[in-house]
T-cell receptor, first 112, second 113 residues
Framework: GENVEQHPSTLSVQEGDSAVIKCTYS??????FPWYKQELGKRPQLIID?????GEKKDQRIAVTLNKTAKHFSLHITETQPEDSAVYFC???????????FGPGTSLSVIP | EAGVAQSPRYKIIEKRQSVAFWCNPI?????LYWYQQILGQGPKLLIQFQNNGVVDDSQLPKDRFSAERLKGVDSTLKIQPAKLEDSAVYLCASSRDRAREQYFGPGTRLTVT
């Protein structure tokens, strides 16, 4: 079946450093790739997304890159802050937007 | 605009009992999703509605789970009978259309004992 892998499962960085999380998807027809941030006990919130016709998108300290050939996309957070500490999930929307698969999550800790 | 509403927020039941969850999406959102999130895992899509029609329910355990979205607005997810492994947070989300920004509700935490 279709699958989304996410690495690393945990990531610890010093405040001010950059963090990179990578996701790999199996469905070559996937065409929409959002990233969500989920703080403990709270609901997931969209932080950035990218569509298959775009290679890179940036929003202040957050950027996402997409490599369709290799079927992977990455989240980049620069100048990390303690409030960036959370679990981050990637997702891939498949053929005709009907299939939605989330990655298993990355627990990011930013050490002050 | 008001967010996605869900109720109840918490529910504790014994195995083999039945339970129902309710979701009210953001007004005007055509697409509604139900997810199951087990502790420490990513959300798993159970069912996706486009207006009042089902577009994907391939991961819904249909022998015990059912869902409906009457009139293309509110939705109800039911489990009958519940199993221990159904213990999870059930998240409802809505979006203006497919593959658009999803807004999640606060979730219902289900504990099956």
């Amino acid at each position: 079946g279709e699958n989304v892998e996410q690495h690393p499962s945990t990531l610890s960085v010093q405040e001010g450093d950059s963090a990179v999380i990578k996701c790999t998807y199996s469905d070559s027809a996937s065409n929409y790739f959002p990233w969500y941030k989920q703080e403990l006990g709270k609901r997931p919130q969209l932080i950035i997304d990218i569509r298959s016709n775009v290679g890179e998108k940036k929003d202040q300290r957050i950027a996402v890159t997409l490599n369709k050939t290799a079927k992977h996309f990455s989240l980049h957070i620069t100048e990390t802050q303690p409030e960036d500490s959370a679990v981050y999930f990637c997702a891939a929307f498949g053929t005709s937007y009907d299939k939605v698969i989330f990655g298993p999550g990355t627990s990011l800790s930013v050490i002050p | 605009e008001a967010g996605v509403a869900q109720s109840p927020r918490y529910k504790i039941i014994e195995k083999r009992q039945s339970v129902a969850f309710w979701c009210n999406p953001i007004s005007g959102h055509a697409t509604l999703y139900w997810y199951q999130q087990i502790l420490g895992q990513g959300p798993k899509l159970l069912i996706q509605f486009q207006n009042n029609g089902v577009v994907d329910d391939s991961q819904l355990p249909k022998d015990r789970f059912s869902a409906e979205r009457l009139k293309g607005v509110d939705s109800t997810l039911k489990i009958q009978p519940a199993k221990l492994e159904d213990s999870a947070v059930y998240l409802c989300a809505s979006s203006r259309d497919r593959a658009r920004e999803q807004y999640f509700g606060p979730g219902t935490r289900l504990t099956v004992t």
